[in-house]
């Protein structure tokens, strides 16, 4: 069964710090990882997913994330934080892995805050 | 403009009434999901629908009900059953181009609170 473990509900970093997101996986077999955003009363926005092209994925809005089986981790990172990026992080992994998947199992949610 | 609608954006009910919260997409995908969504607990999988006609419980499903009558259109039906409604929903749907191209795109969420 796969299932996703974010560490921190919240984070909390000056603007132009270094974010890290934490979010680790367990999967038992190859997995399809997603990181979403969400704003204040808003849908889920998609920031990036792994598909097993690349390890290193990039995204939007200057986010990226790397994938690494032997810690079978998926942290979510961006060099320079903006007031802008203060938000909801969701990640999520297929319930099929790297199946067609038919759902979503997301991660309890990491409250980024940004201070000036 | 293509996407997901969900409407209405807040929605108050009065405890044992049923309540229908609106989804529909114009983007031409097969999959659509219904997500129950509660503070620190991310989101839990209410039900969800691969074809029209067909759709299948999720994680929490007790106290719900759905139909998939269009292809465009997924609505959900809060019932008296569900004991704690109160929630922000989401729904999303499903591009189905393969395992590698297969994104779930959401909706803006309708807020249900339970007086």
């Known amino acids: 069964a796969q299932s996703v473990t974010q560490l921190g509900s919240h984070v909390s970093v000056s603007e132009g710090a270094l974010v890290l997101l934490r979010c680790n996986y367990s999967?038992?077999?190859?997995?399809?990882l997603f990181w979403y955003v969400q704003y204040p009363n808003q849908g889920l926005q998609l920031l990036l997913k792994?598909?097993?092209?690349?390890?290193l994925v990039k995204g939007i809005n200057g986010f990226e994330a790397e994938f690494k089986k032997s810690e079978t981790s998926f942290h979510l990172t961006k060099p320079s934080a903006h007031m802008s990026d203060a938000a909801e992080y969701f990640c999520?992994?297929?319930?099929?892995?790297?199946?067609?998947?038919?759902?979503?199992?997301f991660g309890k949610g990491t409250t980024l805050s940004v201070s000036s | 403009d293509g996407g997901i609608t969900q409407s209405p954006k807040y929605l108050f009910r009065k405890e044992g009434q049923n309540v229908t919260l609106s989804c529909e997409q114009n983007l031409n995908h097969d999959a659509m999901y219904w997500y129950r969504q509660d503070p620190g607990q991310g989101l839990r999988l209410i039900y969800y629908?691969?074809?029209?006609?067909?759709?299948q419980k999720g994680d929490i499903a007790e106290g719900y009900s759905v139909s998939r009558e269009k292809k465009e259109s997924f609505p959900l039906t809060v019932t008296s059953a569900q004991k704690n409604p109160t929630a922000f929903y989401l729904c999303a749907s499903r591009t189905s181009g393969g395992p590698v191209t297969d994104t779930q795109y959401f909706g803006p969420g309708t807020r249900l609170t339970v007086l």
């Open positions: 629908s691969q074809i029209v006609n067909d759709f």
């Open positions: 999520a992994v297929s319930d099929r892995g790297n199946q067609a998947g038919t759902a979503l199992i």
């Open positions: 792994y598909t097993s092209a690349a390890t």
């Open positions: 999967s038992s077999v190859p997995p399809y």
